[in-house]
């Protein structure tokens, strides 16, 4: 059995599916350099954690091994004299096309690779319109999403027939750095994240769900809430499987709200799996052909918005946040992006690979379409005139100023919604905060115009 997105032990077609076939269940998992070095700290830091808990979930039979899953599996195959090979199945670019390599690796030696279950309820290129094609806009394949409809939760094995011995690398320390110095972290001090593991991803569900989902329809947009679900990392690894959450939801409005965001996660699959391309290319190409900045200024610019110091207090809550815990608010998610493409003009990529750098949730389905939603340019976007107010959005979804004020501690002295529009304030300006490095209202103009050039062409 080898683990990929999917670190848990109930709910497991493909776990299932090995017990099922075999007196013995080899357990690997496999670091692969290709993924494990272009992390940033607290992705690595995150997966260590949840891979020592399913080792000590098993009693300590987790094979570990690193290098190039094409050769690691199918050396372990061998070591073990294993006559199948089982996954979940992988819809991602790469992960498709790594396991159509190890498949092609293990046939030469007559094993099989069997997948079983994905990490989604529908897996991608099921939900389909009539004619065949696939779909492009989020309102009409969630209802053929729903209608399509889901399996229950897979049965856990009573028992699991571990093998034992195989000889295994010790689990990565999260700290080591890979060659490339860019991927180094620029904050001092390691980000605080959540539990990792299936019982913590149990823990949050259960949490969430006595204590926040009923309100989730009006509470989700506010950062300055406990109001989210916080399940997005859970979900990435697969220490909590979308099918779980969706046989406990029922038919109110806050629990059908909920269960449309998880389909979003779904159609952002479903969308990538038939454009592959679009994991970092524009879904609408002429959008490459706007103008965007570059150079020095730029660059500072950039820097600023990278470590929450753009002057705009719930861009820079919303940045910190992001270093601090590995995690972002979804709303401030949208109003940072908005903030970096339209504001200081910069191409949605930038902000995307930085996002993946140290978003502990990061999935290049859901980060690089939800980019490009809020840029215009991608599927069912946003209108790209619809360019957040940094200021307004604060007021609206963190009226008191309890967000910012969490993480932007210059401005902690200010009371209320003051700590929106710090400037405003007569003789209560922080010294150490920075003043606005753009004034939103002249580059809302600009950006318009940009967006002109290429509504003309």
């Not at 998992?29 to 098993?58: E, T």
């Not at 049965?155 to 295994?168: D, K, L």
């Not at 904050?187 to 926040?212: I, K, V, Y």
């Not at 950062?223 to 979900?235: A, C, E, Q, T």
Request: glycine residues 8%; charged residues 25%.
């Amino acid at each position: 059995m080898w683990f990929r997105r999917d670190l848990r032990l109930s709910d497991h077609p493909a776990l299932g599916a090995a017990v099922a076939s075999a007196q013995e269940v080899v357990p690997l998992f496999v670091i692969d350099p290709r993924l494990w070095d272009g992390a940033g700290q607290a992705r690595r830091r995150y997966l260590v954690d949840s891979l020592g808990h399913l080792n000590a979930s098993m009693d300590g039979a987790l094979v570990v091994r690193r290098g190039d899953p094409v050769h690691v599996v199918a050396a372990v195959t061998r070591e073990t004299a294993a006559s199948t090979v089982h996954v979940s199945a992988d819809f991602g670019p790469y992960g498709a096309a790594r396991d159509r390599a190890v498949e092609n690796a293990l046939a030469d030696t007559g094993v099989d690779l069997v997948r079983s279950g994905s990490p989604y309820a529908v897996s991608p290129g099921r939900v389909r319109k009539g004619d065949g094609t696939p779909y492009r806009v989020y309102s009409p394949f969630y209802r053929a999403w729903a209608s399509h409809g889901w399996r229950a939760p897979a049965t856990t094995p009573a028992s699991i027939p571990w093998a034992t011995g195989v000889p295994s690398d010790a689990i990565p320390t999260a700290d080591r750095h890979p060659p490339d110095a860019q991927v180094s972290q620029p904050q001092t001090s390691p980000p605080q994240l959540p539990g990792a593991g299936e019982e913590a991803a149990w823990a949050r569900w259960q949490h969430f769900r006595e204590t926040a989902l009923d309100d989730y329809a009006d509470d989700r947009n506010r950062p300055d809430l406990d109001g989210s679900s916080r399940l997005s990392v859970h979900l990435k690894y697969g220490e909590l499987h979308p099918r779980t959450l969706l046989a406990e939801l029922g038919d109110s409005k806050a629990h059908e709200v909920f269960r449309k965001e998880l389909a979003w996660r779904e159609f952002y699959a479903d969308v990538l799996h038939h454009l592959p391309d679009t994991g970092s290319n524009y879904l609408r190409p002429e959008f490459a052909r706007m103008p965007y900045d570059g150079g020095p200024q730029a660059d500072q610019r950039l820097e600023a918005w990278q470590h929450g110091r753009t002057g705009y207090p719930v861009v820079d809550a919303g940045m910190r946040q992001l270093l601090a815990e590995g995690w972002m608010h979804n709303r401030v998610r949208m109003i940072v992006a908005s903030f970096l493409v339209k504001d200081l003009h910069l191409e949605w990529q930038v902000g995307a690979r930085w996002f993946m750098r140290h978003l502990v949730d990061g999935d290049i389905a859901t980060n690089s379409h939800g980019w490009q939603w809020t840029a215009g340019c991608g599927t069912d976007a946003s209108p790209y005139y619809r360019i957040f107010n940094p200021i307004t959005q604060g007021l609206r979804f963190d009226p008191d100023g309890d967000y910012v004020r969490r993480y932007v501690p210059e401005l902690r002295h200010l009371d209320g919604p003051a700590v929106h529009e710090p400037w405003n304030v007569a003789d209560g300006y922080a010294a150490d905060y920075p003043e606005r490095i753009v004034d939103h209202a002249a580059e809302r103009v600009e950006s318009l115009a940009r967006y002109a050039l290429i509504k003309k062409e």
